[in-house]
């Protein structure tokens, strides 16, 4: 079994658990993170070791449980490290350039359908709820109209004619103005 500690000056490392002194976990969930354990340290060239105070953040079965590009997976009593797949890493590579345009990731299943998704939105203004407007749409909307008000109505007729906007509203019930101009068989 193996932890995966900070020491007090902040490094971390993964060390064996026979490694910690006065510490005999049963399993991976038995350790307090908050508790300071003296753990071995020794520097890489061998000029420094020696016990020092630690926290132990993680513990695993195996080391490779431990290291980055896993994760864990909680079904029932057991921990299972599962590998990230590869092309995961280009798409987080992706999120971390393009924080505004991101998707969904179970809805690219291969890295060319995230950028093509990409390359898609580039183009686009996200309004919220699923709606996507071209951006040259959208700043036609935002130049031509002078107050707020008018420049949701703008937007709003480049989605819906104006006959389907005579019977929405934002509460979903329908519009006074729809209900005063309808006939009455049709309401």
Not at 23 to 46: A, H, L, N, Y
Not at 116 to 132: E, H, N, T
Request: glycine share 6%.
């Amino acid at each position: 079994m193996f932890a995966y500690v900070r020491y007090k000056d902040k490094h971390r490392a993964l060390v064996p658990i026979t490694l910690i002194k006065q510490s005999k976990p049963t399993d991976v969930d038995d350790f307090d993170p908050e508790k300071v354990e003296i753990v071995f340290w020794k520097k890489k060239d061998g000029t420094l070791a020696g016990h020092y105070k630690a926290n132990v953040l993680m513990l695993g079965a195996q080391k490779r449980s431990l290291l980055p590009g896993h994760h864990t997976i909680w079904l029932g009593a057991a921990l299972l490290a599962v590998p990230f797949p590869a092309w995961m890493y280009q798409i987080a590579w992706l999120m971390k350039v393009q924080p505004r345009r991101i998707v969904p990731v179970l809805q690219a299943k291969t890295l060319e359908a995230w950028t093509a998704m990409i390359a898609v939105q580039k183009s686009c203004v996200d309004l919220g709820g699923g709606l996507f407007m071209m951006a040259a749409q959208f700043n036609h909307c935002v130049k031509k109209s002078a107050t707020d008000s008018k420049m949701v109505r703008n937007t709003a007729l480049a989605f819906w004619t104006h006959e389907e906007l005579l019977v929405r509203s934002v509460m979903g019930n329908p519009s006074r103005r729809f209900l005063k101009e309808c006939p009455e068989g049709t309401k």
